[in-house]
């Protein structure tokens, strides 16, 4: 797989203390490049992190400039909606790229292209998670996202509610109702944020098949630009690979005292520890993935009080929207 791809992010505020390890994963994985627009000063970069300093306010025009109506775009957050665009608002570029995509910063990647089929040029879009897709760099797909079919992207763009245009539900529904071909096997580690252990997860899965994609005792690791899970199965420690692992909504905490230096470390609930010991044990997978079940209840309550927040923000949002548009609405 000899194909050039980039990977575009806009992060604005102040960086979490996992960016570092994020970064480390980044240098193992030359092949892809890292186009970073944001308003920190980052140092100390691998060859294929590229950073753009630039102020919220000024992406926010760019991609004002870039359609004739007025955006909705007030908080860093609301980019998320904004991801299936990026091969469009930022063309200029992009040119020498194969394929574009779009990535979070709280996740940590494996060997991303080993798992890219060898075949990559006769898909269009790769994956419908919006932690991680690719699109095809072509004039044609890069404009998609605004043809008919599923959500439309000015009602998307013209709200300050999240949408979820980048995963399945949005932008995926419109490739499927257009017929283009998307490579949809995911071989990453997406962990459930409202669990207190660490459990492998999709939004799309039953219950049943999360039960099946996860051991009781399991336990994940970044070693030499590889993200491994090593588990306990029927006596036994038995390890698999995966492409990336996603920690969404956990600020994970490094206790690497020479980042530089680590070639391993272990990924649990508890932050990140450097693996100084070749073997996996039976009793360190228990020691650093288990959950009390006050914390349990902990991480149970924080999911109820999110969805109650984020439905509040909606509200609000869709009610300001409104009386905007109708101001003398009684």
């Not at 207190?196 to 039953?206: A, G, N, R, V």
């Not at 390890?239 to 920690?247: A, I, T, W």
């Amino acid at each position: 797989m000899s194909a050039k791809i980039a990977l575009i992010i806009l992060y604005f505020g102040k960086l979490p203390d996992y960016f570092n390890l994020f970064k480390l994963s980044i240098k193992y994985n030359p092949q892809v490049d890292i186009l970073l627009y944001t308003d920190q000063i980052i140092s100390d970069c691998p060859d294929n992190l590229f950073v753009k300093n630039c102020s919220f306010g000024e992406i926010r025009n760019k991609i004002q400039e870039k359609f004739d109506f007025n955006i909705a775009l007030d908080k860093p957050y609301k980019l998320c909606d904004y991801k299936p665009a990026y091969g469009y608002i930022f063309e200029d570029k992009l040119g020498r790229y194969d394929f574009w995509g779009h990535c979070d910063i709280d996740m940590i990647f494996g060997d991303v292209v080993k798992f890219l089929p060898n075949d990559i040029n006769k898909y269009d879009k790769l994956y419908c998670y919006g932690h991680l897709t690719l699109y095809k760099n072509t004039f044609e797909n890069n404009r998609r996202f605004m043809l008919d079919g599923g959500m439309s992207y000015k009602d998307v763009f013209s709200t300050n509610a999240n949408c979820i245009f980048d995963e399945g539900k949005g932008i995926q529904v419109k490739y499927n109702s257009l017929n283009v071909l998307t490579y949809f096997p995911h071989a990453c580690a997406d962990i459930l944020p409202w669990h207190s252990k660490f459990f492998i997860s999709f939004s799309s899965e039953s219950e049943r098949d999360k039960l099946a994609m996860n051991y009781k005792n399991q336990i994940f690791y970044w070693e030499n630009g590889k993200v491994y899970r090593a588990a306990i199965c029927n006596g036994k420690i038995v390890v698999d690979e995966f492409n990336y692992l996603h920690f969404q909504k956990r600020n994970l905490q490094s206790h690497i005292d020479n980042l530089d230096s680590c070639k391993s470390f272990y990924i649990t609930p508890k932050g990140c520890f450097e693996k100084t010991k070749t073997d996996v044990t039976k009793e360190l997978i228990k020691e650093y993935n288990h959950s009390s079940f006050f914390e349990e209840i902990k991480a149970r309550l924080r999911y109820y009080f999110f969805r109650i927040k984020h439905k509040k923000e909606k509200i609000v949002i869709r009610i300001k929207e409104r009386r905007k548009k109708f101001p003398f609405e009684i």
